[in-house]
């Protein structure tokens, strides 16, 4: 089955410690892309898979997180293609398939440190309008609250 077509859509990735990572629109094709598996999303999963050297799509959004952690300069930062990583990987997850019909579907990220590698949760939303970026951080604190204590208790607090 397709996946719904959205007014809008949002991708949302927030640490912790860093904050807001991202906080975009994308178009629609790129989900329906993925979702179809078609040609276009064979061949940038080709390339993100010999950029990162990773053929899982976490491990290629966890090496993405951590290229944003370590990049030298901002310029560097707005380089990595974190929000593609994010579609790849939430590709994978199994609410892919059930999402609902909304007008608007907030894709959101949540990361933070675990063993010098990154925990990650991410979440499909829909809902009538886009979530705002400023909501991420309370997001998170709702969200670390709803976790297992085994989970919550490796998320730090809120830096940022």
């Known amino acids: 089955m397709a996946i719904p077509a959205y007014s809008v859509v949002s991708i949302m ?3 912790p410690l860093a904050g807001i990572r991202r906080a975009t629109g994308v178009p629609m094709g790129l989900l329906r892309d993925a979702d179809e598996r078609n040609s276009t999303f064979l061949a940038v999963d080709a390339q993100l898979s010999g950029l990162t050297k990773q053929p899982d799509p976490k491990r290629r959004l966890e090496f993405g ?6 990049a030298p300069s901002p310029e560097l930062k707005d380089r990595v293609p974190l929000e593609v990583m994010i579609v790849h990987y939430v590709r994978t997850l199994p609410a892919w398939p059930t999402l609902g019909h909304s007008p608007a579907l907030n894709i959101v990220t949540l990361d933070w440190p675990v063993d010098g590698g990154y925990g990650i949760r991410a979440f499909l939303i829909g809902t009538d309008e886009l979530m705002p970026p400023e909501q991420l951080r309370f997001f998170y ?3 670390k609250e709803r976790m297992k204590p085994e989970i919550s208790s490796r998320m730090p607090e809120v830096n940022q």
């Not at 997180?65 to 370590?70: E, G, R, T």
Request: hydrophobic residues 35%.
């Open 141 to 143: 604190e709702q969200q």
């Open 13 to 15: 990735s927030y640490s």
């Open 65 to 70: 997180l951590w290229a944003l952690d370590n």
